[in-house]
Protein backbone atom coordinates (compact mmCIF):
# COMPACT_ATOMS: atom_id res chain seq x y z
CA UNK A 1 0.00 0.00 0.00
CA UNK A 2 1.35 3.14 -1.33
CA UNK A 3 1.84 6.01 1.46
CA UNK A 4 0.76 9.63 0.31
CA UNK A 5 3.71 12.24 0.88
CA UNK A 6 2.09 15.47 1.40
CA UNK A 7 3.41 18.54 -0.66
CA UNK A 8 6.23 20.47 1.54
CA UNK A 9 5.66 23.76 2.50
CA UNK A 10 8.81 25.32 3.48
CA UNK A 11 8.88 28.49 6.15
CA UNK A 12 10.36 31.23 3.58
CA UNK A 13 11.84 29.72 0.22
CA UNK A 14 13.91 31.44 -2.39
CA UNK A 15 11.71 32.21 -5.03
CA UNK A 16 13.87 33.34 -8.27
CA UNK A 17 13.02 35.25 -11.26
CA UNK A 18 13.50 35.28 -14.90
CA UNK A 19 17.35 36.52 -15.49
CA UNK A 20 19.54 35.09 -12.87
CA UNK A 21 20.51 32.36 -14.91
CA UNK A 22 21.52 34.72 -17.42
CA UNK A 23 23.34 36.80 -15.43
CA UNK A 24 25.02 34.20 -13.76
CA UNK A 25 25.66 32.19 -17.12
CA UNK A 26 27.65 36.11 -18.20
CA UNK A 27 29.59 35.98 -15.04
CA UNK A 28 31.03 32.00 -16.80
CA UNK A 29 31.35 32.97 -20.38
CA UNK A 30 33.33 36.65 -19.62
CA UNK A 31 35.23 34.23 -16.67
CA UNK A 32 34.24 36.93 -13.81
CA UNK A 33 34.42 33.89 -11.54
CA UNK A 34 35.70 36.42 -8.76
CA UNK A 35 35.28 38.68 -5.61
CA UNK A 36 34.56 41.46 -8.24
CA UNK A 37 33.39 41.89 -11.60
CA UNK A 38 30.09 43.66 -13.76
CA UNK A 39 27.69 42.27 -12.08
CA UNK A 40 29.18 43.53 -8.38
CA UNK A 41 29.23 46.63 -9.51
CA UNK A 42 25.52 46.63 -10.78
CA UNK A 43 24.30 45.17 -7.96
CA UNK A 44 25.10 47.48 -5.93
CA UNK A 45 24.11 50.48 -8.41
CA UNK A 46 20.45 48.86 -8.40
CA UNK A 47 20.26 48.20 -4.20
CA UNK A 48 21.75 52.09 -4.35
CA UNK A 49 18.66 52.73 -7.15
CA UNK A 50 15.70 51.21 -4.88
CA UNK A 51 17.03 51.96 -0.91
CA UNK A 52 17.75 55.79 -2.18
CA UNK A 53 18.37 58.65 0.33
CA UNK A 54 21.84 59.00 -0.85
CA UNK A 55 22.79 55.66 0.16
CA UNK A 56 25.83 53.88 -0.97
CA UNK A 57 26.34 50.00 -1.15
CA UNK A 58 29.03 47.72 -0.52
CA UNK A 59 28.16 43.86 -1.22
CA UNK A 60 29.88 41.48 0.65
CA UNK A 61 29.35 37.89 1.85
CA UNK A 62 26.63 37.84 4.67
CA UNK A 63 24.79 40.29 6.80
CA UNK A 64 26.84 38.83 9.48
CA UNK A 65 30.25 40.67 7.83
CA UNK A 66 28.08 43.60 7.32
CA UNK A 67 27.49 44.31 10.73
CA UNK A 68 31.31 43.40 11.76
CA UNK A 69 32.41 45.72 9.38
CA UNK A 70 29.89 48.53 10.53
CA UNK A 71 31.03 47.87 13.95
CA UNK A 72 34.67 48.46 13.16
CA UNK A 73 34.44 51.47 10.79
CA UNK A 74 31.96 52.77 13.94
CA UNK A 75 35.36 52.25 15.84
CA UNK A 76 34.31 49.55 17.54
CA UNK A 77 36.93 47.82 20.07
CA UNK A 78 37.99 45.69 22.34
CA UNK A 79 36.48 46.70 26.41
CA UNK A 80 33.61 48.45 24.19
CA UNK A 81 29.89 48.36 24.53
CA UNK A 82 27.35 48.27 22.13
CA UNK A 83 23.46 48.49 22.93
CA UNK A 84 21.30 45.45 20.78
CA UNK A 85 17.95 44.62 20.64
CA UNK A 86 17.85 41.00 22.70
CA UNK A 87 14.79 40.00 20.08
CA UNK A 88 16.99 39.21 17.16
CA UNK A 89 18.57 36.31 15.01
CA UNK A 90 22.28 35.65 16.50
CA UNK A 91 23.81 37.29 13.87
CA UNK A 92 23.27 40.93 15.26
CA UNK A 93 24.84 40.66 18.32
CA UNK A 94 27.81 38.30 17.41
CA UNK A 95 29.91 40.38 15.64
CA UNK A 96 29.92 42.64 18.52
CA UNK A 97 32.26 39.88 20.56
CA UNK A 98 34.10 39.20 17.37
CA UNK A 99 35.77 42.82 18.13
CA UNK A 100 36.32 41.93 21.63
CA UNK A 101 33.26 44.17 22.75
CA UNK A 102 30.32 43.45 24.54
CA UNK A 103 26.72 43.49 23.90
CA UNK A 104 24.34 45.26 26.32
CA UNK A 105 20.59 43.77 25.17
CA UNK A 106 18.04 45.79 25.17
CA UNK A 107 14.06 44.41 25.39
CA UNK A 108 11.16 45.36 22.95
CA UNK A 109 8.20 47.44 23.30
CA UNK A 110 4.83 45.51 22.34
CA UNK A 111 4.08 47.46 19.40
CA UNK A 112 6.22 46.72 16.69
CA UNK A 113 8.18 44.09 18.64
CA UNK A 114 11.47 45.90 18.26
CA UNK A 115 13.72 47.67 20.63
CA UNK A 116 12.38 49.61 23.49
CA UNK A 117 13.08 53.34 23.55
CA UNK A 118 12.84 53.57 27.30
CA UNK A 119 14.85 50.67 28.01
CA UNK A 120 16.97 52.11 25.46
CA UNK A 121 17.59 55.47 27.41
CA UNK A 122 17.39 53.74 30.93
CA UNK A 123 20.48 51.79 29.53
CA UNK A 124 22.47 54.45 28.37
CA UNK A 125 21.96 56.81 31.54
CA UNK A 126 22.94 53.86 33.57
CA UNK A 127 25.92 53.23 31.51
CA UNK A 128 26.70 57.00 31.33
CA UNK A 129 26.50 56.79 35.27
CA UNK A 130 29.31 54.40 35.84
CA UNK A 131 31.33 56.38 32.99
CA UNK A 132 30.51 53.95 30.47
CA UNK A 133 29.72 55.49 27.24
CA UNK A 134 27.91 53.08 24.62
CA UNK A 135 30.21 52.75 21.72
CA UNK A 136 26.90 51.83 19.11
CA UNK A 137 23.23 51.13 18.89
CA UNK A 138 22.27 47.90 17.04
CA UNK A 139 18.80 48.40 16.38
CA UNK A 140 16.95 45.94 13.68
CA UNK A 141 13.60 45.66 11.62
CA UNK A 142 12.47 42.51 12.66
CA UNK A 143 10.59 40.45 10.06
CA UNK A 144 10.48 43.32 8.30
CA UNK A 145 8.74 46.10 10.52
CA UNK A 146 10.48 48.82 11.14
CA UNK A 147 11.68 49.90 14.60
CA UNK A 148 10.06 53.16 16.07
CA UNK A 149 12.80 55.01 14.05
CA UNK A 150 12.03 58.70 15.25
CA UNK A 151 12.06 57.72 19.01
CA UNK A 152 15.12 55.63 18.48
CA UNK A 153 16.81 57.72 16.56
CA UNK A 154 16.39 60.79 18.66
CA UNK A 155 18.03 58.90 22.03
CA UNK A 156 20.59 58.08 19.86
CA UNK A 157 21.10 61.84 18.13
CA UNK A 158 20.60 63.31 21.94
CA UNK A 159 23.51 61.13 23.64
CA UNK A 160 26.11 61.24 20.22
CA UNK A 161 25.64 57.61 19.75
CA UNK A 162 25.72 56.14 16.17
CA UNK A 163 22.91 53.48 14.89
CA UNK A 164 23.48 50.56 13.31
CA UNK A 165 20.77 49.92 11.24
CA UNK A 166 20.26 45.90 10.87
CA UNK A 167 17.67 45.56 7.59
CA UNK A 168 18.48 41.83 7.35
CA UNK A 169 14.71 41.52 7.43
CA UNK A 170 13.59 44.42 5.91
CA UNK A 171 14.79 44.86 2.26
CA UNK A 172 11.91 46.95 0.68
CA UNK A 173 10.33 48.12 3.90
CA UNK A 174 9.92 52.29 4.46
CA UNK A 175 9.70 54.37 7.63
CA UNK A 176 7.57 57.45 6.31
CA UNK A 177 8.84 57.10 3.11
CA UNK A 178 12.04 56.56 3.42
CA UNK A 179 13.39 53.13 2.77
CA UNK A 180 15.06 50.66 5.46
CA UNK A 181 18.46 50.83 5.32
CA UNK A 182 18.99 54.01 4.44
CA UNK A 183 18.02 55.52 7.98
CA UNK A 184 20.72 55.02 10.06
CA UNK A 185 24.67 55.65 10.13
CA UNK A 186 25.30 52.43 9.10
CA UNK A 187 22.30 49.76 7.40
CA UNK A 188 22.76 46.38 6.15
CA UNK A 189 21.06 43.72 4.28
CA UNK A 190 20.82 40.05 4.06
CA UNK A 191 20.65 37.85 0.72
CA UNK A 192 21.01 34.49 2.69
CA UNK A 193 18.63 31.75 0.98
CA UNK A 194 15.39 32.84 3.18
CA UNK A 195 15.10 37.03 2.92
CA UNK A 196 13.00 38.28 0.71
CA UNK A 197 14.99 38.37 -2.43
CA UNK A 198 18.46 36.05 -2.21
CA UNK A 199 21.64 35.20 -3.83
CA UNK A 200 22.53 32.11 -1.91
CA UNK A 201 24.40 33.44 0.67
CA UNK A 202 25.62 37.31 0.97
CA UNK A 203 24.47 40.76 2.29
CA UNK A 204 25.44 44.23 1.94
CA UNK A 205 26.75 47.69 4.14
CA UNK A 206 24.87 50.91 2.85
CA UNK A 207 26.11 54.18 4.20
CA UNK A 208 25.58 58.23 2.53
CA UNK A 209 29.72 58.60 2.85
CA UNK A 210 31.30 57.24 -0.60
CA UNK A 211 34.52 57.36 1.36
CA UNK A 212 33.07 55.14 4.14
CA UNK A 213 32.15 52.44 1.21
CA UNK A 214 35.31 52.36 -0.23
CA UNK A 215 36.95 51.85 3.39
CA UNK A 216 34.62 49.07 4.08
CA UNK A 217 35.57 47.54 0.43
CA UNK A 218 39.19 47.63 1.57
CA UNK A 219 39.07 46.05 4.75
CA UNK A 220 36.58 43.49 3.32
CA UNK A 221 39.13 42.45 0.15
CA UNK A 222 41.79 41.99 3.40
CA UNK A 223 42.53 45.59 3.46
CA UNK A 224 45.24 44.76 0.75
CA UNK A 225 47.48 48.35 0.27
CA UNK A 226 47.79 50.16 -2.93
CA UNK A 227 51.89 48.24 -4.02
CA UNK A 228 52.67 46.00 -6.60
CA UNK A 229 53.34 43.71 -4.11
CA UNK A 230 50.82 42.52 -1.12
CA UNK A 231 51.21 44.80 1.57
CA UNK A 232 49.26 45.07 4.61
CA UNK A 233 49.28 47.92 6.88
CA UNK A 234 45.45 46.90 8.09
CA UNK A 235 43.97 43.87 9.73
CA UNK A 236 41.44 42.69 6.65
CA UNK A 237 38.75 40.48 6.00
CA UNK A 238 37.52 38.22 3.43
CA UNK A 239 34.10 39.15 3.35
CA UNK A 240 33.64 40.78 -0.62
CA UNK A 241 30.81 38.93 -2.58
CA UNK A 242 31.72 37.09 -5.27
CA UNK A 243 30.95 38.16 -8.91
CA UNK A 244 28.57 34.72 -9.44
CA UNK A 245 26.63 35.67 -6.95
CA UNK A 246 26.38 39.15 -7.43
CA UNK A 247 24.39 38.10 -10.92
CA UNK A 248 21.93 36.23 -8.84
CA UNK A 249 21.11 39.43 -6.85
CA UNK A 250 21.13 41.33 -10.19
CA UNK A 251 17.69 39.63 -10.87
CA UNK A 252 16.29 39.36 -7.71
CA UNK A 253 16.39 42.83 -7.58
CA UNK A 254 14.32 42.93 -10.60
CA UNK A 255 11.74 41.45 -9.07
CA UNK A 256 11.79 42.61 -5.16
CA UNK A 257 8.80 44.96 -5.47
CA UNK A 258 6.81 41.46 -6.62
CA UNK A 259 8.42 39.83 -3.66
CA UNK A 260 7.64 42.42 -1.23
CA UNK A 261 3.66 42.40 -2.49
CA UNK A 262 3.49 38.75 -2.38
CA UNK A 263 4.57 38.66 0.91
CA UNK A 264 2.25 41.49 1.81
CA UNK A 265 -0.95 39.51 0.14
CA UNK A 266 0.09 36.37 2.16
CA UNK A 267 -0.09 38.28 5.37
CA UNK A 268 -3.64 39.67 4.53
CA UNK A 269 -4.58 36.37 3.69
CA UNK A 270 -3.70 35.36 7.04
CA UNK A 271 -5.33 37.91 9.09
CA UNK A 272 -8.59 37.57 6.87
CA UNK A 273 -8.46 34.44 7.95
CA UNK A 274 -7.52 33.80 11.24
CA UNK A 275 -8.20 37.15 13.09
CA UNK A 276 -11.50 35.82 14.14
CA UNK A 277 -10.10 32.82 16.01
CA UNK A 278 -10.15 34.02 20.00
CA UNK A 279 -6.35 34.76 21.08
CA UNK A 280 -5.02 35.24 17.77
CA UNK A 281 -3.20 38.09 17.03
CA UNK A 282 -1.09 39.78 14.68
CA UNK A 283 1.49 42.49 14.96
CA UNK A 284 0.20 45.79 12.93
CA UNK A 285 1.78 48.35 11.33
CA UNK A 286 2.01 51.53 13.07
CA UNK A 287 1.20 54.94 11.48
CA UNK A 288 4.09 55.75 9.06
CA UNK A 289 5.61 52.17 8.61
CA UNK A 290 5.07 50.22 5.93
CA UNK A 291 6.34 46.22 6.49
CA UNK A 292 7.92 44.45 3.76
CA UNK A 293 6.01 41.41 6.09
CA UNK A 294 9.40 39.27 5.50
CA UNK A 295 7.70 36.64 7.79
CA UNK A 296 4.11 36.93 8.78
CA UNK A 297 3.52 35.92 12.72
CA UNK A 298 0.69 35.11 14.68
CA UNK A 299 0.72 34.97 18.91
CA UNK A 300 -1.07 32.49 20.10
CA UNK A 301 -2.96 32.27 23.72
CA UNK A 302 -0.39 30.35 24.95
CA UNK A 303 2.58 28.24 24.88
CA UNK A 304 0.49 25.06 25.06
CA UNK A 305 -1.68 26.57 21.84
CA UNK A 306 1.35 27.78 19.93
CA UNK A 307 3.29 23.76 20.26
CA UNK A 308 0.20 22.14 19.45
CA UNK A 309 0.25 24.75 16.07
CA UNK A 310 3.80 24.01 15.23
CA UNK A 311 3.18 20.11 15.38
CA UNK A 312 0.00 19.84 13.49
CA UNK A 313 1.35 21.83 11.14
CA UNK A 314 4.57 19.79 11.18
CA UNK A 315 2.70 16.45 11.17
CA UNK A 316 1.10 17.56 7.80
CA UNK A 317 4.49 18.48 6.50
CA UNK A 318 4.27 22.03 6.70
CA UNK A 319 7.13 24.36 8.50
CA UNK A 320 6.74 26.91 10.60
CA UNK A 321 8.76 27.98 13.67
CA UNK A 322 8.49 29.83 16.59
CA UNK A 323 9.74 33.82 17.16
CA UNK A 324 13.10 34.19 17.55
CA UNK A 325 14.61 33.35 21.41
CA UNK A 326 15.92 36.24 22.77
CA UNK A 327 19.44 37.10 23.01
CA UNK A 328 19.49 37.69 26.96
CA UNK A 329 17.92 34.44 27.11
CA UNK A 330 20.34 32.65 25.37
CA UNK A 331 23.24 30.99 26.92
CA UNK A 332 26.16 31.71 24.74
CA UNK A 333 24.79 34.99 26.49
CA UNK A 334 24.14 34.32 29.70
CA UNK A 335 26.66 36.65 31.44
CA UNK A 336 25.37 39.93 29.13
CA UNK A 337 23.95 42.73 31.04
CA UNK A 338 20.27 43.06 30.30
CA UNK A 339 17.44 45.69 30.33
CA UNK A 340 14.46 43.47 30.26
CA UNK A 341 11.19 44.16 31.20
CA UNK A 342 9.23 40.60 29.42
CA UNK A 343 7.97 42.19 26.16
CA UNK A 344 10.47 39.68 23.60
CA UNK A 345 10.18 36.33 26.37
CA UNK A 346 6.31 36.31 26.07
CA UNK A 347 6.40 37.04 22.03
CA UNK A 348 9.12 34.00 21.92
CA UNK A 349 6.30 31.43 24.37
CA UNK A 350 3.45 32.58 22.46
CA UNK A 351 4.62 33.50 19.33
CA UNK A 352 4.94 31.41 15.63
CA UNK A 353 5.98 32.12 12.25
CA UNK A 354 3.77 30.86 9.65
CA UNK A 355 4.93 30.10 6.13
CA UNK A 356 5.14 33.11 4.29
CA UNK A 357 7.14 32.38 0.64
CA UNK A 358 6.48 34.58 -2.44
CA UNK A 359 5.64 31.40 -4.65
CA UNK A 360 2.67 30.31 -1.86
CA UNK A 361 -0.53 29.36 -3.60
CA UNK A 362 -3.85 30.16 -2.52
CA UNK A 363 -4.27 26.61 -1.60
CA UNK A 364 -0.97 26.33 -0.04
CA UNK A 365 -2.02 29.67 2.33
CA UNK A 366 -5.84 27.38 2.66
CA UNK A 367 -4.27 24.25 3.79
CA UNK A 368 -2.34 26.23 6.70
CA UNK A 369 -5.27 28.09 7.75
CA UNK A 370 -7.27 25.22 7.86
CA UNK A 371 -4.64 23.64 10.40
CA UNK A 372 -4.57 26.52 12.64
CA UNK A 373 -8.42 26.83 12.55
CA UNK A 374 -8.91 22.63 13.43
CA UNK A 375 -6.57 23.38 16.44
CA UNK A 376 -7.75 26.52 18.14
CA UNK A 377 -11.09 26.06 17.61
Same mark, same amino acid.
Given at each position: ?? %? %???????????????????????????????????????????????????????????? %????????? /???????? &?????????????????????????????????????? /???????? *???????????? +????????????????? +???????????????????????????????????????????????? +??????????????????????????????????????????????????????????? *??? #????????????????? +????????????? %?????????? *????????????? &?? *???????????????????? #???? &??????????????? /??????????????????
Amino acid at each position: ME %T %TVLKKIWLSPPHMGNNEEVYVKEAFETNWIAPLGPNVQRFEQSIEEFVGNDVHAACLSSG %TAAIHLGLQ /LLGVVAGD &EVLCQSFTFAASANPITYLGASPIFIDSEEETWNISPT /LLEQAIKD *RLAIGKKPKAIV +AVHLYGMPYKVDEVHAI +AQQYDIPVIEDSAEALGSSYKGFNCGSLGQIGILSFNGNKIITTSGGG +AMLCKDKALKEKAVFLATQARDNAPHYQHSHIGHNYRMSNVLAGIGRGQMEVLQDRVDA *RRS #NFEYYKEHLSSIPGITF +AMEPKGSYSNRWL %TCILTPSFED *RERIRKALENENI &ES *RPLWKPMHAQPVFEKAISYV #NGVS &EDLFERGLCLPSGSS /LMEEDLERVCNIIKKELR
